[in-house]
């Protein structure tokens, strides 16, 4: 496998030559991708972490937010309502499908309360940070190397 393609998703390619080729046979060529993933805006406070995703158009049933070894993750599915089948022809560019975003958080996360809210399109999530705990380290003395007796042959 090539440099370049080890960046690629293999089906998503796949998924663009068999859509370029159904809407080639209908007479209606787009090389438009329709894929969403949303973007996501991250910000480091002096108490929590920060991450603002737009998502328009979905419902807040619509989206998972799940948090697993430091790894927050984002995942949700948009399905466009069924409407009832007209004449003519079609074009459709809005988002119908499922996406998922995963983020590493560092170890100071207050993972239990993680809030996450909705509301026209954009999601919001605040992982608060979880206090450092002060302790107090002992100072002593290195220890000495123990002097061992070697017998030389």
Not at 78 to 97: A, D, F, L, P, S
């Amino acid at each position: 496998m090539s440099f370049e393609l080890q960046f690629f998703k293999p089906n998503h390619l796949q998924k663009q030559v068999d859509r370029f080729w159904e809407q080639w046979n209908r007479g209606l060529p787009q090389l438009a991708t329709t894929e969403f993933i949303p973007a996501c805006d991250m910000e480091e406070t002096d108490s929590e972490y920060l991450l603002t995703l737009d998502v328009p158009g979905m419902k807040k049933e619509q989206i998972q937010v799940t948090i697993s070894d430091n790894v927050l993750t984002i995942a949700g599915e948009h399905k466009e309502e069924k409407k009832e089948k007209t004449k003519g022809r079609k074009i459709t560019e809005r988002y119908e499908g499922s996406f998922t975003r995963s983020f590493y958080l560092p170890e100071m996360g207050n993972w239990e309360k993680i809030t996450a809210e909705q509301k026209d399109g954009v999601l919001k999530i605040a992982v608060p940070k979880a206090a450092a705990k002060a302790r107090q380290i002992p100072v002593r003395e290195p220890s000495k190397p123990e002097a061992k007796a070697v017998k030389v042959a």
